[in-house]
């Protein structure tokens, strides 16, 4: 951490306003988001939607930072150890210090879903086991009908980033993935590759605000 | 005939529970999406595939 004075909040939004124009950046800090697991999607898109001046980010993870996740992740060395909900509050903090922040050190269940999330406009599902993802997906589609979920399934190993995408499968559905690449096959991860996907759901979660609903 | 993952599949009067198990799908990965609507875990055994039905079984991988 330095010391150096931050800018204001002001100009913080004078800045995003430059670069997003207003009418964008008032969507953008009216909206809240939910991402659910803090690794190589969850933090990423975390970094990018505070970037762009989201309103409200509730993160959620129950994991700590392991030396592993440092080449894909959004957390420093000397955070190895720390709860991830933890570790990135602090570094979003420097990054974004005036987007409200609600983190949760937990594990996002089928029981304990709609509670964490129903304060969320858009729900973003990072998690990396392919079982999760798919209980997210039932527990959100179905019991909280108001939301539109951005998910994400293949992004592992070092094909072409061009294979990542976005597709719309139903009004409150976007997947982002290859759909195929599993890291289960042992073909490892690229940080690049993550990072794509992860921008791709981000990306998806600002148009949905901006009130653009195709993928 | 309905279309299943882009193929032609003749499931029609068929639960989805019973398609999904025939077709080898592991239901704790999977989404199923039916005409535009996601079908529920919940109600896969009492889901009824019909002629003409658009169905896309998103069989989710590992990575995140």
Known sequence: ?215 | MLKINGENVDAAGKTLAQYLAEAGFNQVRIAVERNGEIVPKAKYGETVLAEGDCVEVVNFVGGG
């Open chain 1, 1 to 215: 951490m330095n010391c150096r004075p931050v800018p204001s909040r002001e100009e913080i939004l004078a800045a995003l306003e430059k670069k997003q124009g207003s009418v964008a950046t008032a969507k953008l800090q009216a909206a809240v988001v939910a991402v659910c697991g803090l690794g190589g999607l969850g933090s990423n898109i975390a970094i990018s939607l505070a970037r762009s001046g989201i309103g409200k980010l509730i993160l959620i993870d129950f994991d700590t930072v392991d030396i592993t996740n440092l080449h894909r992740q959004q957390y420093k060395s000397s955070q190895v150890g720390l709860p991830k909900a933890e570790a990135l509050l602090e570094n979003l903090k420097e990054v974004a210090p005036y987007v409200q922040y609600e983190v949760h050190n937990e594990k996002v269940t089928a029981e304990n879903a709609v509670r964490l999330l129903q304060k969320a406009d858009i729900v973003c599902e990072a998690f990396d086991k392919a079982d999760a993802k798919s209980m997210l997906v039932d527990v959100v589609l179905e019991q909280l009908p108001q939301k539109t979920l951005v998910a994400a399934s293949g992004m592992a190993g070092f094909d072409s980033g061009n294979a990542i995408r976005t597709r719309k499968l139903t009004e409150r559905f976007y997947l982002c993935g290859d759909g195929k690449s599993d890291v289960d096959q042992g073909i490892g991860l690229s940080a690049p590759r993550v990072m794509l996907c992860a921008a791709h759901q981000a990306l998806t979660v600002i148009r949905l605000i901006l009130g653009e609903k195709d993928a």
